[in-house]
């Protein structure tokens, strides 16, 4: 623990203390205080994108086109889709009554849960982190934000700017690793939305019930691609490498492995190889345009993936040690309970599976944990409808990687070990709300019937009502 750090972990209780004072006092509830929290993260954004890219960059080698594109670009989006339409989100939301109801009006009043904790993930540090913030805000609630360490230029840069264009009176920024996150877990929040590995979900989930405290857990896991008879093999390859090659496979929902049908293998492999070279030229890891692995314990990881899967490997494989960079790998019939295909690959690999139908794929990815995305790729309609009926997975795409999360209108999260709770849009504003249903009666008529005590007619009557 560095000295900044426990300089941080020792004050912590206090902060959270603090911020809870004002969450109590009101300050967060007003419309205006919402919306001058969002135009402040569109500062953080807008006027401070090129110094988190800047930063991203030198975390981890993040190309510029694709740091801005997948942190600032995507948050923007969500940021301003918030801001345009919080207020009516939180109106109070009138309810259909039954006749059997009546006479009454019943509604849902949506309201903020109180303090809530966001903790991110480092591999899209900017997103991450002020995406939920932004439902957490809009929603009304108080703020403690806790970046990644494993990028700690981008933490310092995103908590400086947090620190400069956000309330500081109602909004926190906790830099650190796990101490600090430890510290943190153990404060009463009333929500917890943590993105991260299935591992330390469980840990923030224990956390949690100690104070049955809310949460959202984004988590990973293995994201099946699907490839059938009739899939547009060459556009399966290309979107499948941009979706797996991006921040160097170090995404969430990147596709984790493939699973593709004996007759279209062969193609599938070649376009994939060609698709690798026609993106990142002879040797990827010289180039700017792929990302770095995020740091020395993790490289070590994936190159313990490489040993012992029983595949082939046919492209890749190889670590610049000098760059940090891994490069894209395809790897053919690997034992589907080596490593490789028992946990989450989280790097620039690609193992390739064969089946010999539709039910096969879909046995397979019913036997494991449900993962976080499923891709489909397929012109047969009626396949693709199979696969998304057969199989549960906490969200889909037909015939692209990745753009499943880009629609506002579309909740993302996971099910089961690859998350629980949803966000993005609308859902994320639900998710950071207590939606308060109130019924109102008239005291007029008074229906005695129903009081004690039950006796002759009475009871004749309420036991027919009832
Ligand atoms: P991680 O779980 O190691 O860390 C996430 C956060 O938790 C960090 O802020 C870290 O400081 C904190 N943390 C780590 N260990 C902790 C502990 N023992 N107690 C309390 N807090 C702790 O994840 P990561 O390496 O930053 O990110 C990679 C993982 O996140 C992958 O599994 C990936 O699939 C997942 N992920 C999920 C999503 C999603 O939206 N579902 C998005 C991005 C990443």
């Not at 404060?187 to 943590?194: M, T």
Request: glycine share 8%; with cysteine; aromatic share 6%.
């Amino acid at each position: 623990m560095s000295i900044d750090e426990r300089t941080e972990t020792e004050t912590i209780p206090g902060v959270v203390a603090a911020i809870r004072h004002a969450f109590q006092s009101g300050t967060t509830r007003p419309f205006e205080w919402r919306k001058r929290q969002l135009d402040g993260l569109l500062r953080v954004l807008e006027e401070g994108g090129d110094q988190l890219v800047t930063a991203m960059q030198a975390d981890f080698g993040k190309p510029t086109v694709e740091a801005h594109a997948t942190d600032i670009a995507f948050t923007v989006t969500e940021v301003k889709h918030i801001r345009k339409n919080f207020e009516k989100w939180a109106e109070p939301r009138k309810a259909k009554l039954r006749l059997k109801d009546k006479p009454g009006s019943g509604v849902i009043h949506p309201e903020p849960l109180g303090v809530s904790l966001v903790i991110a993930p480092w591999n899209y540090p900017v997103q991450l982190l002020l995406a939920p913030m932004a439902a957490s805000l809009a929603a009304g609630n108080a703020v403690i934000a806790k970046p990644s360490e494993l990028t700690p230029e981008t933490s310092r840069v995103v908590s400086q700017l947090l620190r400069a264009h956000l309330d500081p009176e109602a909004v926190a920024v906790i830099e650190g690793g796990v101490d600090a996150s430890t510290v943190l877990l153990e404060q009463r929040f009333d929500h917890i939305f943590f993105t991260g590995s299935t591992a330390v979900g469980k840990v923030v989930a224990r956390a949690a019930a100690e104070h049955l405290t809310p949460t959202v857990l984004e988590l990973g896991g293995k994201s099946p691609a699907i490839v059938t008879p009739d899939a547009d093999v060459d556009i399966a390859a290309h979107r499948m490498a941009w979706g797996k090659f991006l921040n160097a496979g170090q995404t969430c929902i990147a596709p984790d492995y493939v699973l593709v049908d004996r007759a279209r293998k062969d193609e599938l492999v070649d376009a994939l190889v060609s698709t690798i070279g026609e993106f990142y030229g002879d040797d990827a890891t010289r180039s700017d345009d792929f990302t770095q692995v995020v740091n020395d314990r993790h490289v070590a990881r994936l190159e313990g993936l490489l040993d012992g899967h029983g595949g082939t490997v046919v492209c890749g494989g190889a670590v610049n040690a000098q760059t940090r960079k891994l490069a894209p790998t395809i790897i053919v019939d690997p034992d589907p309970d080596s490593p490789l295909m028992q946990e989450e690959i989280f790097g620039p690999i690609l193992p390739i599976l064969v089946v010999d139908s539709i039910d096969e794929a879909v046995a397979f990815v019913n036997g494991r944990d449900k993962p976080l995305a499923l891709y489909v790729f397929s012109t047969n309609t009626a396949d693709a409808e199979q696969i998304v009926a057969e199989t549960s997975s906490g969200g889909v795409c037909v015939n692209h990687t990745l753009f499943h999360i880009t629609p506002p209108e579309l909740p993302f999260g996971g099910v089961g070990p690859s998350g629980q709770g949803r966000y993005h849009g609308k859902s994320g504003f639900d998710e950071l709300s207590n939606m308060k249903p109130v019924l109102t009666k008239p005291t007029k008529p008074e229906i005695s019937m129903m009081y004690p005590p039950y006796t002759g007619l009475k009871s004749k009557v309420l036991k027919k009502l009832v």
